[in-house]
């Protein structure tokens, strides 16, 4: 899933200098991101210091692991070529505050790319939103599950060119403790749209990959928003 990870990054960065990690945990990202781009600077972000703790105390983990808040990262004005999130930006209070702030540390030119996060459908978004708002409580956090459009409103609003939001081969799979390479990733959680939907890639089984994330996105914008989605916006 590396080279996974790397074709997909690839066609929005090529070599970039220096890369933030936002909402890292405990740093596969940088992990993986390292291995892909090894003369690049990976920083890596989080709020929580325990999960800073962990990437520190992992000797594989090279770059800088920082704790902070990603609407005040205390990072310089253009600063960096790619800020990644994985599976984070939803935990965001205010959407367009937090991509604000990272526009504002992107030099120009630079990319925001955030994957496998959970977007709202067309159809049951509001039973989706509950299902976001119970696994709040749960886990004492902010989830969110916002829909196609508030992405797209929030990406441009934060002065992002070029919005995209889409289904990548990233979405379907889940970093676990034990797959810090990207290789050997499983699915994290599996309800039933994601069952449902795996019957039906078995029925589109013999057909093109992109036939086959094209209609798992159709499928996910009208009905099963849960997968996520892989969005990306350049600063001009
Ligand atoms: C679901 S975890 C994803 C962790 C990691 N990216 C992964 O995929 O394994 C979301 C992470 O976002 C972090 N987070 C939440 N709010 C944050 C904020 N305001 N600034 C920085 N990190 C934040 C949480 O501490 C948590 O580690």
Request: hydrophobic residues 40%.
């Amino acid at each position: 899933m590396a080279s996974g990870f790397k074709t997909e990054i690839a066609q929005w960065v090529s070599q970039p200098s220096r890369v933030l990690v936002l909402g890292s945990g405990d740093g596969k990202e940088a992990l993986a991101l390292s291995g892909i781009f090894p003369q690049t600077l990976v920083v890596s972000m989080d709020l929580s210091g325990p999960e800073i703790q962990l990437a520190v105390q992992d000797s594989r983990l090279r770059g800088k692991m920082i704790r902070g808040d990603w609407d005040l990262p205390p990072f310089e004005p253009n600063s960096f070529d790619l800020v990644v999130f994985f599976a984070a930006l939803h935990h965001s209070v205010d959407l367009t505050r937090t991509l604000r702030s990272v526009f504002k540390i992107l030099r120009s030119g630079g990319v925001l790319y955030a994957t496998h996060e959970p977007m709202s459908s067309a159809l049951l978004g509001v039973f989706q939103r509950r299902r976001m708002a119970r696994i709040a409580i749960e886990e004492e956090g902010i989830e969110s599950s916002p829909s196609h459009y508030e992405y797209t409103r929030a990406i441009s609003d934060a002065g992002f060119v070029s919005p995209r939001i889409f289904a990548s081969g990233l979405n379907l799979v889940r970093l676990e403790d034990s797959d810090t390479t990207f290789e050997d990733v499983k699915v994290r959680r599996n309800p039933w749209p994601e069952k449902l939907v795996a019957k039906c890639m078995m029925w589109m089984r013999g057909r093109g990959p992109s036939k086959k994330l094209s209609f798992i996105f159709t499928i996910q914008r009208l009905a099963f928003g849960l997968f996520g989605v892989t969005m990306v916006g350049r600063k001009p």
